[in-house]
């Protein structure tokens, strides 16, 4: 079965510092993988998507995301962290064996910048 | 251009009431479906539909209905509330099915944030 691992719930970092939050994936086949990012209250908004060939993928906002297919992981990651960038943050894949109808999400890490 | 539009926003409920979450989108996308957020679970899928008329069942499907008689609308049903059913619901869509659109992402509402007591 196709999954996302997100093996932090909470990722604290101080501004300007390098931020990483981790995803690891288990699939059949090629990966479609996925970041969004949750503010409070609203609902998930795209960040970027894995595209075959590119392991470094660049997104919205100043995110990046690196795919490492010999370790299953997609970690997203930013240079320079702003308080802003606080929030919830979900990494997800396609279900292509069911026809790609479903997308699975991991249970979410949340991110913390301390000015 | 609205986008994916849910309402209400808030919702409170008896255990054994019934109620529809709406969603309505605006961008003719094929693909529409519902999920659950409750704490440390993610989002997980309840329902989708990859077309007017077309429904099926996802990862939690029990306590649920839908139905897709246009492409903008895709409402969500609950019978019959149970506490179980407490939670944060999302409408999401996206413009194609099939493997062409395997990498295109999903367009979320801002949720209805539903509390059966």
């Known amino acids: 079965a196709q999954s996302v691992a997100q093996p932090e719930d909470q990722v604290n970092v101080a501004e300007g510092n390098p931020l990483t939050v981790k995803c690891t994936y288990s699939?059949?086949?090629?990966?479609?993988l996925f970041w969004y990012v949750q503010y409070p209250n609203r609902g998930l908004q795209f960040l970027l998507k894995?595209?075959?060939?590119?392991?470094l993928v660049k997104g919205s906002y100043g995110f990046e995301a690196e795919f490492n297919k010999s370790q299953t992981s997609f970690h997203l990651k930013k240079p320079s962290a702003l308080v802003s960038d606080s929030a919830l943050y979900f990494c997800?894949?396609?279900?292509?064996?069911?026809?790609?109808?479903?997308?699975?999400f991991g249970a979410g890490t949340r991110l913390f910048v301390k000015a | 251009n609205a986008g994916v539009t849910q309402t209400p926003k808030f919702q409170v409920l008896k255990t054994g009431q019934s109620m529809t979450l709406q969603c309505a989108q605006d961008?003719?996308?094929?693909?529409m479906s519902w999920y659950r957020q409750d704490p440390g679970m993610g989002l997980r899928l309840i329902h989708y539909?990859?077309?007017?008329?077309?429904?099926d069942q996802g990862e939690v499907p029990n306590g649920y209905n839908v139905s897709r008689s246009t492409t903008e609308d895709f409402p969500l049903r609950l019978l019959s509330a149970a506490p179980s059913q407490t939670s944060v619901y999302f409408c999401?869509?996206?413009?194609?099915?099939?493997?062409?659109?395997?990498?295109?992402?999903?367009?979320f509402g801002n949720g209805t944030r539903l509390t059966v007591t």
């Open positions: 999401a869509s996206s413009p194609r099915t099939g493997p062409s659109s395997y990498n295109s992402p999903l367009h």
């Open positions: 699939v059949s086949g090629n990966p479609y």
């Open positions: 894995y595209i075959t060939g590119d392991n």
């Open positions: 997800a894949v396609r279900d292509v064996t069911t026809g790609g109808f479903k997308t699975i």
């Open positions: 961008m003719n996308h094929e693909y």
């Open positions: 539909s990859v077309g007017a008329g077309i429904t």
